[in-house]
């Protein structure tokens, strides 16, 4: 029987390039973006993208009833989170003059402000947009056959600081060296948009659906 792999859907992330991406890779498994409970409880492999500012994501997710979908799939499955998927499995966001977010990790979502400075010493663009060099930081299923260094596109203007540094998997430098990637037991999350990423995003997800935790 062909795999199961959700999109959770709580009406803020680009799902349908998310799950183009995956169906390009996954073979016969059914790709679904949904916000059932009932299907993201029943799939072997959940994918929780998102885009937007923390607030309205985590009013989103409530208005939704995805909170306890969504912990329970990070606690017991394979699961990648993306962008704004990865920012809220963190405690506080200093966002909105501060938000709880799902705190699955201990940690902060910082502003780049003040702390983005290129080589001529002049701020940086923010949101920082475009492609990045992703370093590899721990040895990961999800890096196989990607090199070291190699590019995938951004677009944030929040950074996620996580207490335990040992669940960082990536780090990118945009003025100053941030987590790009986090990763524990089932679960693996990037600040980058692998859907976007060209043929090393299509790999990380490649690599995801046959990730057995």
Request: glycine share 8%; net charge negative.
């Amino acid at each position: 029987m062909a795999q199961k792999i959700a999109v959770i859907d709580y009406g803020m992330g680009n799902l349908r390039s998310v799950s183009k991406a995956i169906e390009h890779v996954a073979g016969d498994a059914e790709v679904r973006a949904t916000d059932d409970p009932g299907y993201i409880a029943a799939a072997e492999r959940v994918v929780f993208p998102g885009q937007g500012a923390a607030r309205d994501c985590m009013r989103a997710i409530g208005e939704h009833h995805l909170n306890r979908a969504v912990m329970d799939a990070a606690e017991s499955k394979p699961f990648l989170g993306i962008c704004m998927g990865l920012q809220v499995l963190l405690r506080h966001s200093e966002e909105n003059d501060g938000t709880d977010l799902l705190g699955l990790f201990g940690g902060e979502v910082k502003r780049f402000d003040g702390l983005t400075q290129g080589d001529n010493g002049l701020p940086l663009k923010i949101p920082h947009m475009g492609w990045s060099r992703v370093r590899h930081v721990q040895k990961h299923a999800l890096w196989a056959e990607i090199p070291d260094d190699s590019r995938f596109y951004f677009v944030h203007s929040y950074r996620v600081v996580p207490e335990d540094v040992s669940v960082i998997a990536a780090t990118t430098d945009y003025g100053v060296r941030f987590a790009s990637a986090i990763a524990r037991d089932n679960v693996f999350a990037t600040q980058f948009h692998p859907e976007k990423s060209a043929d090393m995003g299509l790999q990380l997800l490649r690599n995801f659906v046959h990730w057995n935790p």
